[in-house]
Each structure stands twice: as structure tokens, then as C-alpha cells.
T-cell receptor, first 113, second 114 residues
Framework: GENVEQHPSTLSVQEGDSAVIKCTYSDSASNYFPWYKQELGKRPQLIID?????GEKKDQRIAVTLNKTAKHFSLHITETQPEDSAVYFCAASLGGGADGLTFGKGTHLIIQP | GAGVSQSPRYKVAKRGQDVALRCDPI?????LFWYQQALGQGPEFLTY????????KSGLPSDRFFAERPEGSVSTLKIQRTQQEDSAVYLC????????????FGEGSRLTVL
């Protein structure tokens, strides 16, 4: 089955700086890569996703890049703000969609004032 | 409804008890998923329904776990003879499409087995 590795497990950055979270996946057939944000005690919420026919996608301060050859994808958050503090999960799916998502173990992002 | 609703939000069970966790997906959503999230970990897939059909139950950790969605809407995850290792947050999620749809999660049911 698919295996998703996520790094780092904890990331602390100064407010206003950029944050980068990286994930690798094992199955080259995976073709859908969403990122979820989970605040303490809350539900995971989709923040951005990318499909295998696209190398990069951007939405305001958030961007995701995908390198299919290397089987890794990354989340980039620019101009970080206190409300960005949360746990971020990457995921990969073989089905091209929501079914069969395999999640990484999460990155606890801490924004220092 | 406005979102995915799960109940109970918190459940404390004694080891050996049976528990039932309920999920009300977003109205009209075809796909429904159950995930198990241990403390400090990512969600782990348990099972998937497309309407009333359980298409994938490969993630259920043992035969003590059972899920159903008899009318293609509300789903129940049942855990029999609970063990301490079952303690986790159980997340339900639904999607409007069979494939390629965004996953909407509920707030989860936190199960603590004493």
C-alpha cells in the first residue's frame, strides 16, 4: 500500500517568515495530494490540493509543489500569521480523489510572535 | 445539514464494553469514510462507503470493528469488547463525488477506554 512520510514533525517560525513542510510518498501511481489543517480539538480542513498533472498550485499565501519523479510534494506558507499555527497533514491517494487517502503523521507549525 | 455531524463527541468506556459512534454526513454526499486518529498521529483509514455499499473495509483493525450505512446516509461505527488500544478520535468524512471530491470531516468522536 501507499506510505506517506512527512517532515518535520514540529516547525517553529517567526511571524512573517515562510514555512515549508515536505512529504514523500511511495506509490508512483498516486495522483491526488491534498493538504489538511487541523487546529487543536477541531476537524481537519482542506487548505489546498494538487493533482499529478500539475507541478505547482498557489492560493494566496499558500502554495503546493509536486515532483512526480522524486515522489515528493511540499507545502509553502509565506508571510506566516499567528492563525497559521496548527497541525498540517499531507495525504496521497491512488484513486485520483478522496477515496483511499493515506495521511502523513502531521507537522505542528508554531508561529512565534 | 451544514456539515458532517458526529455523536457522541466524547465517550468513555470500560474495557470490554461495546460502543457505537454515529456519523451524519452532508446531505446528498455519496461517499463516506471512517478514520481513526491516535494522539499526535495522522488519520488512518478504516473503511469507505459509496452510498450503502461498503466498498473497502481493509483498514478495520480487527473483527471487533463493524461499520454500516444501511440507507446510504447515516453511518454507525461499532466497536465490540473495547480494548485500551481502541482509544482514539474516530473521524467521519463525506464527499459529494465517488472519486475526486473534497473530503469534509466531522469534529470526531473521542473514545477513551479505561
Amino acid at each position: 500500500g501507499e506510505n506517506v512520510e512527512q517532515h518535520p514533525s514540529t516547525l517553529s517560525v517567526q511571524e512573517g517568515d515562510s514555512a515549508v513542510i515536505k512529504c514523500t510518498y511511495s506509490d508512483s501511481a498516486s495522483n491526488y495530494f491534498p493538504w489538511y489543517k487541523q487546529e487543536l480539538g477541531k476537524r481537519p480542513q482542506l487548505i489546498i490540493d494538487i493533482r499529478s498533472n500539475v507541478g505547482e498550485k498557489k492560493d494566496q499565501r499558500i502554495a503546493v509543489t509536486l515532483n512526480k519523479t522524486a515522489k515528493h510534494f511540499s507545502l509553502h506558507i509565506t508571510e506566516t500569521q499567528p492563525e497559521d499555527s496548527a497541525v498540517y497533514f499531507c495525504a496521497a491517494s491512488l484513486g485520483g480523489g478522496a477515496d483511499g487517502l493515506t495521511f502523513g503523521k502531521g507537522t505542528h507549525l508554531i508561529i512565534q510572535p | 445539514g451544514a456539515g458532517v455531524s458526529q455523536s457522541p463527541r466524547y465517550k468513555v468506556a470500560k474495557r470490554g464494553q461495546d460502543v457505537a459512534l454515529r456519523c451524519d454526513p452532508i446531505s446528498g454526499h455519496v461517499s463516506l469514510f471512517w478514520y481513526q486518529q491516535a494522539l499526535g498521529q495522522g488519520p488512518e483509514f478504516l473503511t469507505y462507503f459509496q452510498n450503502e455499499a461498503q466498498l473497502d473495509k481493509s483498514g478495520l483493525p480487527s473483527d471487533r470493528f463493524f461499520a454500516e450505512r444501511p440507507e446510504g446516509s447515516v453511518s454507525t461505527l461499532k466497536i465490540q469488547r473495547t480494548q485500551q488500544e481502541d482509544s482514539a478520535v474516530y473521524l467521519c468524512a463525506s464527499s459529494a463525488r465517488e472519486k475526486g471530491g473534497e473530503l469534509f470531516f466531522g469534529e470526531g468522536s473521542r473514545l477513551t477506554v479505561l
